[in-house]
């Protein structure tokens, strides 16, 4: 009896480590459709903050009207930091493009003195920008406002698709975990499907019969999320240590939503699948148990 009681232990830990990695591994899908989710957000906040347009300003502008100016421009809501160029840096960066410098040919030096205007990315469309065209035209010493449209709607488009694109690939990724989990745990409520027979038979309540079975796997759905976290994070940190400009694409605070997320699925999925699993076998009949 000593041995049986070994052997039905043995199987038992065994199906239920085998259980956790398969639904671990499933999380970890899931986890990193939602991180590439993250990161995709993330990148599109990165690019439109970092597109620029130059505020160009008049030839006789003072030192005092540039900084006054300046204080004006990052007092606005939309922008998120301005840097001032002046003629010469502007000049040097000419004679880096062209290779050659462009007073000595023109007499003159053709650049002006501009601000580098940095907007927050929920302003970074054509109709916030045209908007704000016209506020920072209003602004004394402004002599012209230059930005690429073409540049600016093309960016957006694209990552509007690329967004697209991730929603989709993250509906289809999260059928399959669906999928896979539900049949992990199909399979180990299947080798009981006589156990919720005879639980049935001697007068206990679907509820009764259902509970030690969706606890159980609430546990191992809160495990297997835990693990699951555990592969992210390791597979974050590598690639952190290898591409140091992740990590202003994802913060601290989206990773705690993730990982949050993933064990938070573990437990829903695992419960969801368990209900429907020994529901299958409640609605089934005895004779019916021995064909399935």
Known sequence: MSKKKKISTARFVNAKITSTISISLVLVLLGLTILILFMGNGLSKFVKENMSFSVMLDSDVTDAGIQRLRKNLDGQPFVKSSRFISKDEAKEQLIKDLGEDPEELLGYNPAQDAIEVYLHSEYANSDSIAVISQVIRQQNNVRDL??????????????????????????????????????????????KRFIINTMKLVGANGSFIRRPFILGNILTGIVSGIFADGIIFLVLAYFNKEYAELQSIIGATELIVIFVVVILLGILISTVATYFAVNRYLKMKTENLYYV
């Not at 709607?153 to 967004?163: C, E, F, Y």
């Not at 399959?176 to 539900?182: A, D, K, Q, V, Y």
């Not at 992990?184 to 080798?191: D, E």
């Open 146 to 191: 230059l930005y690429q449209q073409e540049a600016i709607d093309l960016i957006n488009d694209n990552l509007s698709k690329v967004t697209l694109i991730l929603l989709v690939l993250a509906a289809v990724l999260m059928f399959i975990s669906f999928t896979l989990i539900r049949n992990t745990i199909r399979l180990s409520v299947y080798s």
